[in-house]
Structure formats: C-alpha cells, structure tokens
DNA sequence: TGCCACTGTGTATGCCGCAAGCAGTTATTA
DNA sequence: TAATAACTGCTTGCGGCATACACAGTGGCA
C-alpha cells in the first residue's frame, strides 16, 4: 500500500507528523482557487503552471511543492469548483425528487464553470468535495431497496450523462433560450452537407423531424429528457427489487 | 454558411472541382491510420504532428495540407479507430436486442483502442464513420413509437456511458476476470484512508457492501447492471408512447 | 544544545510540441 | 502561354512541463 500523493494529503488534511522545513507559504486551496479563477476569466488553456505561480506570488517551480503534476492541479481545481454540496433535500421527498435536484445541483456548478467539463477524466472520485456529492446522491437513494452496487452504477450513469449534456450544449451554443429555427443547425445543417439520403436514411429523417420540433431552450428541454429516461430507468429496477 | 473545414471535405470526399497543383503525396485515411498506429503501439501521448509525419514520409508541416490542427487530426484518428459498422442485427430481433447488441459493438471498438477513450470530446459527430454508427443506432430503433428527438437522445446517453465505462474500467484496472477480493479496492482502498463514519456514512457503507459482493468480472457486470437501467428508461418511454 | 536530515522556495535548464511564414516545384485554369 | 492555386520542405518562434540543484528554515534525536 503506497504512501498518499501529495495532493490529496494536503486535501484531506492527512499529512504524517513532524513535517520539518520551513512552513509552507500557501496551502493548496489558495493555489486551485488561483488556478480556477484564471480558468473562469480567460479559460482552461490560460492555466499554466507558470500563469498559477505567479497569481499566487510563487515562482512555477514551487508549485510542484503542493502537487506532483500538472494533472494533480487540475484534480484539485475541478474538487474547488465543485465545492461542497450546500442544498438541502425537501422533507419527506421521494428518492425520484431527490435525485433530480442531485442532478440539476450538479449541471448547475458545471454550468458555472463549463471549463469543468474540458478537463480530461482522471478516475473514480477521490477528493474532498467530489466525494461529498457522492455521499449526498447516496443519501437521496437511501431507502430504495437498491443493491449498493446498482446504487453506485445509478449514480454514476447519472453524473456522467450530466457532464456530457453540459459539455455538448456548451459546445454547440445551446444553453439559454435559442430561436427554435437556429437550434441544432450547425449540427444538422452541416451533416446535411455530406450525408445522402442512400447511405444515411434514419439520420435524415431524424434531423428533419427534430428541426420540426426544435427546443425552445435546448438545455433544458434535453436535460428533462434524458435524466428523465435515467430516472424511468432506476424506477424499474427499484419495481423489480420491491 | 461557411465552408466545410479541409478535415471533413477530406474525409467526406467533397472537395471542390479542380484544385490546381501537384497530387497530395498521401489522403488523409493513410495519415490517420500512421497516428492510430501509433497511438495503439506506444499510447496517445506518442501521437503528435512529427511522429506522424515521420512515419507517412514527411515532413512535419506538411501535415497541416490535410488538417488544420492536431485537434482535427484527433477527430481523423477516432473516426478511423471507430471504422463503419460491420455487424448485423438478428432478423425479427426487439429493439432492445438490437440497441444491447450496437452498445456492445461500440464497447468492443473501444477496447480495442483505449486511448481513443482518453481524446478530449470535440462536439457532436461529424465524421463518417462516427455518423455509420449514430444511423445504426437510429435503425436500431426504428418502428418504435420515439419521437425522433427521444432516439437521438437515448443514443447519445447509451454512447455517453459505454465511453464512460470502457474509460473507467481501464483505468481502474478493472477490463477481464479479477480476484474478487481486489475489484474496487483500489479505489475504496485509497478512500478508506481519508474518509470518517460521520461525514460519510452512506458512502463507507456503500463501499463495504460493494465489496462483499463483487463482481468477477466487473466490466461484464457492470456493462450489464449500467445498460440493463438505460434500457429499462427506454422501455418505460416506449410503454407510455404506445 | 548542537547536528543533521528533511522540507520550502527560487533559479537554471533541457526538451518537446504546436504552428506561422516563406521558398521552390507542380498542375490546372484563364 | 502565363498566372495562380496547391503541395512539400525548411526555418523559426513561442510556450509549456518538469528535472536538478543551491540555499535557507525547522523538527527530531543523541
């Protein structure tokens, strides 16, 4: 069993005993929180280690003093920008209300900082925060008679579905109100440009009617849908087990 | 309207009349199936606009005739290493057989290439593999009662989590048979050392009965419990449609 | 109390990667 | 036939990540 990395010692406050040396002049809390506020003013690419250092007062090298990597960084930025869980589940609510305000808390905060969605996946939940909304999603499917395993799995379909919606609606301009003409264009009228109806039957008919019926407010629309189906899902799992 | 950007005129075969000058030395299929080579021989980190040059006979500039950016590049790479669909659906199979049957294709193809589950997510898919693959999803679905914006978007969920899943499970070390007694440790292992009974008790609970029942084969357990929920979502929508 | 190992910071440096710009050659169009 | 667009190689600039080391500060132990 190996030591620790660094940054999740300092995270979760478990550094071993009697550290000799001078003490250190920031903790890491202070350097993500630089590094997301440099990626919340002028994006992810704008976040260096140098760039961190220097909004801190360090130098670049120092940095490595607090995380091994730039990775670790990064860990530790997408844990700040989660923060902790702050709302509150409803009294006496179905695990279905629960879950859904699980959901939304969580495409909220990734709203605020669609840089968040950028960043590339580096594993299971380890820090702090992370696994504080883990705990909090848990808690909503308490009672259910959900094996943990299939707990998990729900929670974990969930999060990731989440991530991907904000990232795609983010992407293709489609968070906010949109002219209901505009929506999915870019999309549809640019495979429109290549795929014929010979090779590509479904998809045509699929992008027409989808034009047809076009959102109103993307984001929100799909975000109903598919948690929906998720949820539909988690519902007949929990029928099958009661 | 702007133009088709050169990666997809490429890749789409839509390149206008006439271009003047000499023949390009190589297409595109030859250049991103050099960066796939050598991303399944030494790892999407060994893949960048020299080695790939190099190992097409050229130069490292030259690369950007075909594409305009490593980005673009990474898109040629995924909808290589996706290739078109191949498989068949049974005769007279359910929907829920056939979409089971495309989201196993889909985890095949990329296990065969986990790097291609590292690639940062650039949009929607553009490219014509990538699209093969959406049409057979469509036709997978085909004669159910979704609307068409209900397909696309069960699609994109089911997509979202088998990429997810092939992305996790690899770096969990957790693809194949494993000793029971290790699946999930090293990650509730590492979390047992930082978490407390009171902040987290849903989740050291969780943890604990995860492990005493696990799974043999967790990407195969898994890959079932986590699409058995999406296709139940789907089946419930169906239900209600019809 | 003094010595020594460990630790925090700054500095110097190396290596690598992506991509803008230009020169020379090739093939098509006017 | 001349002009022009396109293909390739070469040059170059800039920025980023991270190894290694020097110096100063702190705690553990004899």
Redesign the pocket.
Known sequence: MTELP?YLQLLWGR????????????TIEEIGAAAVAIADRDGL?????????QAV?????????????????TAVMLDLAYGPPTFRYPRRSTWRKRITLWAKEIATVRLARPWSVELAQGGPPLTPNALSWTERGLEALAGTPLTSQERLSALLAIDVWGQNHVRLSTQMGLVGRSDPDRVEVSWFGLILRVVDKERFPHLLTAGAESLDDADEDFFEEEFERGLGLLLDGIAALIARQS
Chains 1, 2 share one sequence.
Not at 15 to 26: A, F, Q, T, V
Not at 45 to 53: G, I, W
């Open positions: 660094r550094e071993p005993e009697g550290r000799r040396g001078p003490k250190p002049g920031r690419e704008a976040v260096s280690m140098k760039s961190v250092a007062g360090f130098t670049t090298m120092s940095l490595y003093r607090y995380v091994d990597s730039k990775e670790e960084l």
